[in-house]
């Protein structure tokens, strides 16, 4: 085990009891804030467009900006954490997307919705890689349950936003002000972090055991995690657009197929702790593209069909949700995990979600919309490719049953 220093800013090098437990409240609740700002883009995009007068193919710059801010935010956070109080720091960036979300219904132009979406991006960059590492620092040894439990969490966030999405159609005519509801939502878990004394920072010392980092690897899991995020990010935000160009939803329902896939991905993160303990790592993640792939199959066989489109859905949430944590599981068994390579983890994930909706924005109009379901089924496969190439070298490294 690793050596911990300790600061002054620090409240204990143990906290005990309810100061565990307001800390996890807090990160949590962060974690759900992140997941409705992440998942509101996708059902509000028609109208942002028709908002600033602009096609989609323009309007798609937003996934680009947002995704640029949350790499800045992932790279630059960590610092951050490393050198200033960790709650003042989340509590700071919560308050930034706060502002950011209030400002959208306000900008009619779209290069000052880029500006904000970028600002967006930033906060939220900030706020993952916070959430995950001062949870590491309160919970160290028994962090495990607790990870999961903050991924499961993003999930319940990016559930209700399309829901708070379809309320303010039906109560203001108009999507965007479902913005100022995320906003007074996210207000008290900023004020609630703020509150509560940060943990302790810790320094692992090196700790004599076998495992290195390993920067082939680390690249293998970035580049796998850009693929994924890819398909999730393109699915989530492009999926409600989909339908509305074919006729097959109004904004209202269009929203909510948003949410039940983001509720699907939350209902299999659920399920995935426990499938995890009895199937191999690597087994799980097979599983997903299995699953991933069969439903993309029934959209492309049936693109006009709403039960299909229901299905398939659902399918793909809950295919998807176990790859990212067990991806980060059976690594872990394989090769040493520091905040650095996690870093860059984050990286792939934020490459993804700015590249590939940007993609399908720019074909989207051009082509048609059954490109976006060629264009996710072509990354998912893609995808697949990498993790074998993963499996394959990781296995050279240390022998292992995941």
């Not at 790279?75 to 050198?83: E, T």
């Amino acid at each position: 085990m690793g050596r911990t220093f300790d600061t002054p800013d620090a409240e204990a090098v143990h906290p005990e009891g309810a100061g565990r437990i307001s800390k996890t409240i807090g990160y949590f609740g962060a974690f759900v804030a992140l997941g409705m700002a992440v998942a509101a883009l996708g059902p509000t995009l028609p109208g942002l467009a028709e908002h600033t007068r602009t096609q989609l193919s323009a309007v798609s710059y937003l996934f680009t900006a947002r995704s640029l801010g949350y790499l800045l935010g992932a790279l630059l956070g960590g610092r951050l954490y490393d050198r200033l109080r960790g709650h003042l720091v989340m509590g700071a960036a919560l308050a930034l997307m706060v502002v950011a979300l209030m400002s959208v219904p306000l900008l009619p132009a779209l290069w000052l919705l880029v500006v904000a979406l970028l600002v967006l991006g930033l906060a939220e960059g900030t706020v993952e890689v916070g959430s995950n590492t001062l949870l590491l620092w309160v919970h160290r040894d028994n962090a495990g349950p607790f990870v999961n439990g903050l991924h499961f969490f993003f999930g319940v966030g990016a559930f209700l936003a399309p829901v708070l999405v379809a309320l303010a159609v039906v109560l203001t005519g108009s999507s965007l002000w479902a913005y100022w509801f995320l906003a007074v939502l996210i207000v008290p878990v900023s004020l609630w972090v703020l509150r509560q004394p940060s943990p302790a920072r810790q320094i692992p010392a090196q700790d004599g055991s076998g495992r290195q980092v390993n920067g082939r690897l680390v690249a293998l899991v970035a580049a796998f995690f850009l693929l994924y995020a890819g398909v999730e990010g393109s699915f989530a935000g492009w999926i409600p657009t989909y339908a509305q160009v074919l006729d097959l939803a109004n904004a209202a329902t269009a929203a909510y197929l948003a949410s039940a896939f983001w509720g699907s991905i939350t209902v299999g993160r659920l399920l995935a702790t426990v499938v995890a303990a009895r199937i191999r790592p690597s087994g799980v993640i097979t599983a997903g593209f299995v699953g991933g792939l069969s439903s993309l199959g029934l959209l492309l066989a049936w693109p006009r069909s709403m039960g299909v489109l229901w299905v398939a859905t659902l399918g793909l949430g809950l295919s998807l949700a176990p790859m990212v944590p067990t991806t980060l599981a059976l690594i872990e068994r394989r090769m040493a995990i520091t905040g650095r390579a996690t870093g860059w983890f984050f990286v792939g994930l934020g490459l993804g979600g700015m590249t590939v909706p940007w993609l399908i924005g720019q074909l989207f109009e051009r082509i048609g919309p059954d490109v976006m379901i060629w264009t996710i089924t072509a990354d998912l496969i893609l995808a697949l490719c990498l993790f074998a190439l993963v499996l394959a070298y990781s296995s050279r490294l240390v022998p292992s049953n995941s």
